[in-house]
């Protein structure tokens, strides 16, 4: 399905661009890995497992009629659809018309560079607020990871989250691994953050992590690790390389993230996450098309200059961390 189209008299062109052809998603890893849904409606509603449920354990004669109600379903809620990222850009009526005579797929080719551009600026701001985001208008309305970690100490957060509080809900928390200074980064702290996710020692709860989002400058004291406690031999396709081709810790990856937060490393169960975006039911103001799961809706808008098109890039998006234990930090970390 085209996401746009270009109508100038007879000239009709559509545009289908994808989000690998944007340059520099690669180094997107969060926004790229992240599960993409929509959706219609201005809220995201869902029920979060606080955990502290059991089975039981009984004879086949016993009657079953406890319920086995321990534990807390308790209704999550965030925003969707109050606030967007935009970028608008026009195109020449005058290089339209050059690009006509040579034949529509110059046309396209055209278009397609302007509505790519657009669509970079939009992920890159996505990129970051996926950390930073705050839920106001500067940040697209997204709650980024960073509404996890408000706390000072090491130890579960202490943030309210989708609308619950830890205070009320002790297991709505997470693990955060923090210092009032920047410390160096060790194998004991890795090792420490493992544990910890894993045994379920600080939350309550036993938890996972599939990756490992950070910073270039910490990727770099990463491979310093990796390199003090290993040889370096030579590849055998005869090629010397003192890099390193990937990075992982204990078997799960790590991703070099240029826009993740200065001096911090996300342990990230990924299936606890999703970013959402939302969507209109009726496309009465403009193409609304999704791009491998981010929807981008682009208005050709009204005109002002007589020899120009401009159009407006618009997404509308939403990241949900329906498991919040998924989330463990490690924080001030020196870069």
Known sequence: MPIFSYNEGALAVEISPKLEDINGI?????L?????????????????????????????TASGTTDSTAGAI???KLSIGISRFRHTF????????????????????????????????????????LYTGTGNAASGGVVGLGALHSTVASAKSTSVYA????????????????AGTNRALTTDLMFKMSEEI?????????????????????????????????????????????????LSFEGRPIYLDPYAPAN?????????????????????????????????????????????????VVAKNQLVVKNRPGVAVLGAIVQ
């Open 26 to 30: 690669s180094l997107m890893p969060l």
């Open 32 to 60: 790229s890995r992240t599960l993409k849904l929509s959706k219609p409606s201005k809220s995201i509603n869902w029920n979060a497992d606080l955990g502290g449920q059991a089975a039981t354990g009984e004879l086949v």
């Open 74 to 76: 308790v209704p999550a």
């Open 90 to 129: 026009s195109v020449s009526t005058v290089n339209m018309a050059e690009a006509a005579a040579i034949g529509e797929g110059e046309v396209a080719n055209q278009l397609a560079l302007a509505g790519k551009n657009a669509m970079r600026v939009i992920t890159r701001s996505l990129a970051a607020v």
């Open 163 to 178: 609308g619950i509080a830890p205070d009320d809900h002790p297991n709505w928390s997470n693990y955060v691994n923090t």
């Open 198 to 246: 894993l045994s379920g020692a600080t939350v309550g709860s036993t938890q996972n992590y599939t990756a490992i989002y950070t910073t270039p400058s910490i990727c770099t004291k990463y491979k310093g690790l990796f390199a003090a406690s290993s040889d370096l031999n030579a590849q055998p396709n005869g090629l010397a390389d003192v890099g390193y081709s990937g």
């Open 264 to 312: 911090t490393m996300y342990f990230i169960d990924d299936s606890a996450l999703a970013m959402y975006s939302f969507v209109e039911n009726a496309n009465a103001y403009g193409n609304e098309k999704p791009m491998d799961g981010i929807v981008f809706k682009i208005t050709q808008l009204a005109r002002i200059n007589p020899d120009a098109v401009q159009f407006a």
